[in-house]
């Protein structure tokens, strides 16, 4: 499987941003799908993670704010940034995992840029 986002970018603090994921290969056994963010001098962490039942998860920083989504048609994750803040300024990346048997995988990351 690979993945591959688009939709990083540079906007003001208050703007929107809508990232997309497209997986290509053999997506039918994708599971989970999520994006994580990792800003300059800290760690990757999960940004939102939606799963094959459409379950979706937040960290309370994005909470209220960005919304996941996915099109198993089309196989591929969108996350709907508003509201963004400066703090939100970090590489992108696009995640997806299958169970059985497990397997993980991860796209190239996409810099979303806020200003103040």
């Known amino acids: 499987v690979q993945l591959q986002a688009f939709g990083g970018g540079l906007v003001q603090a208050g703007g929107s941003l809508r990232l997309s994921c497209a997986a290509s290969?053999?997506?039918?056994?994708?599971?989970?799908m999520a994006w994580y963010r990792q800003a300059p001098g800290k760690q990757r962490g999960m940004v939102a993670v939606?799963?094959?039942?459409?379950?979706?998860g937040y960290a309370e920083s994005v909470k209220g704010r960005f919304t996941i989504s996915r099109d198993n048609a089309k196989s591929t994750v969108y996350l709907q940034m508003n509201s963004l803040k400066p703090e939100d300024t970090a590489v992108y990346y696009c995640y997806a995992c299958s169970f059985l048997p497990y397997r993980d995988f991860w796209g190239r990351g996409t810099l979303v840029t806020v200003s103040s």
């Open positions: 290969g053999n997506t039918s056994s994708l599971n989970v």
């Open positions: 939606i799963h094959s039942g459409f379950d979706t």
